[in-house]
């Protein structure tokens, strides 16, 4: 089960580090970041391999850094220079375990957290 965290409401210019655990079990080998804005469909924010390979998202390509310790079964998103294009609820999810290819496709992703709200005022 995956759980995201550190959302809030911020201002533009700021910076933000959200967390996504999974409680319990080894994180499995792709795991990633979409967002969803009231309105709108789910949007890709960035993948991460288990040897941290990572893909981003156009709209924050140079502004967010995927990352993931595995000992501690935590995944992370830094998000710098916050926009008040960037709120949303944002998503962790999780390719299968088995899978090794990272995708930019929600559907691709099976298990899925919460979502932890960020707003960016303006």
């Known amino acids: 089960q995956l759980q995201a965290s550190g959302g809030g409401l911020v201002q533009s210019g700021d910076s933000l580090r959200l967390s996504c655990t999974s409680s319990?079990?080894?994180?499995?080998?792709?795991m990633g970041w979409f967002r969803q804005a009231p309105g709108k469909e789910r949007e890709f924010v960035a993948a991460i391999s288990w040897s941290s390979s990572t893909i981003y998202g156009d709209s924050v390509k140079g502004r967010a850094t995927i990352s993931r310790d595995n000992a501690k079964n935590t995944m992370y998103l830094q998000m710098n220079s916050l926009k008040p294009d960037d709120t949303g609820i944002y998503f962790c999810?999780?390719?299968?375990?088995?899978?090794?290819?990272?995708?930019?496709?929600?559907?691709?992703?099976?298990?899925w957290g919460q979502g932890t709200l960020v707003t960016v005022s303006s």
């Open positions: 999810a999780a390719r299968g375990t088995a899978v090794t290819v990272m995708a930019s496709t929600a559907r691709a992703y099976i298990y």
């Open positions: 319990g079990r080894t994180l499995p080998n792709v």
